[in-house]
């Protein structure tokens, strides 16, 4: 069975920073692509970032772009997600998932795997 459970949410002040994490299990962690999506309220899932499965490939959103970093780390089988100069337009659920393979991609159709999500809400 497949589980990708995430950590790190939380409340911070807008400017703050927080790292999110993601422990991928039931799966080769190392054979995929890797994925962070949010939510907000009253709005579509939207794509964050992701990781190719070497982590050579890195891509980000246009919103999140220099601000927040994904990196992975094959021996904790965890993929981060390290959110600086946070927004109140950040504040979202937080969700990772597990590629269908090894490249890195923005579509969500890509994801075999979804995590249940962790809440980040940034105070203006």
């Known amino acids: 069975q497949v589980r990708l459970v995430e950590s790190g949410g939380g409340l911070v002040q807008a400017g703050g920073s927080l790292r999110l994490s993601c422990i991928v299990s039931?799966?080769?962690?190392?054979?995929?692509?890797m994925g962070w999506f949010r939510q907000a309220p009253g709005q579509e899932r939207e794509f964050v970032a992701t990781?190719?499965?070497?982590?050579?490939?890195?891509t980000y959103a246009d919103s999140v772009k220099g601000r927040f970093t994904i990196s992975r780390d094959e021996v904790k089988n965890t993929v981060y997600l390290q959110m600086n100069s946070l927004k109140p337009e950040d504040t979202a659920v937080y969700s990772c998932?597990?590629?269908?393979?090894?490249?890195?991609?923005?579509?969500?159709?890509?994801?075999?795997?979804w995590g249940q999500g962790t809440q980040v809400t940034v105070s203006s």
């Open positions: 998932a597990s590629g269908r393979n090894k490249l890195a991609t923005q579509r969500q159709a890509e994801y075999a795997y």
């Open positions: 039931g799966r080769t962690f190392s054979s995929y692509a």
């Open positions: 990781i190719s499965w070497t982590g050579l490939t890195k």
